[in-house]
């Protein structure tokens, strides 16, 4: 389906979603294989409600562009190398993971640590609806909660555009956050 979607450019490529604990990554390899094959992005879930295996699995299985989550592999920083050295993007939902339960709150969000270590970023909501959340207001909790400055967010913005499954040529029509200069090299842009 997703195949057969490609041509007509509605389908940029496939994920999977859900309960990690439900089924191995390794049961989704042929899928994954054939749709790299065909030019097809992937993403999937892992490292949200599960440790840093699963997202081992998804790397040694499925070898996604992007992971939705991940928060995990904090706990491995082996991992973390991995998935600098792959380029491997996070989708990161801090609102979702505290309701979720996926991440207590407790301790500081993965999230400042990903982004010093220069990990691939991209800062999303997860379900808006189901989590009552905007990306405005992830962008506003990482300001007020997680010692984000303006010129990390704008960095933080337009690395998502950087790592989205968009093609490198619609990347470049996408804008800029204004500032964006600023903020990649170090200056305050203001948000």
Do not use: M
């Amino acid at each position: 389906w997703a195949l057969r979607l490609q041509a007509s450019g509605s389908v940029l490529g496939i994920g999977i979603g859900g309960d990690e604990k439900q089924r191995p990554a390794a049961e989704f390899a042929p899928g994954y294989a054939r749709a790299r094959a065909h030019g097809l992005r992937t993403t999937v879930h892992a490292g949200e409600t599960c440790g840093p295996q699963s997202v081992w699995d998804a790397l040694t299985h499925l070898q996604p562009d992007r992971i939705g989550h991940g928060i995990h592999a904090i706990k491995d920083p082996r991992l973390l190398d991995e998935l600098a050295r792959r380029e491997v993007a996070l989708d990161l939902c801090p609102t979702s993971n505290y309701k979720t339960g996926a991440w207590s709150g407790a301790a500081p969000h993965p999230i400042r640590t990903f982004f010093d270590r220069g990990l691939r970023l991209s800062l999303s909501t997860d379900d808006p609806g189901i989590f009552n959340c905007t990306l405005l207001g992830e962008y506003e909790w990482l300001a007020t909660h997680a010692g984000f400055s303006s010129a990390e967010l704008h960095r933080l913005a337009n690395a998502a555009i950087d790592c989205s499954l968009l093609s490198p040529l619609e990347r470049t029509s996408v804008g800029r956050l204004p500032g964006a200069a600023a903020a990649e090299t170090g200056g305050d842009g203001g948000v």
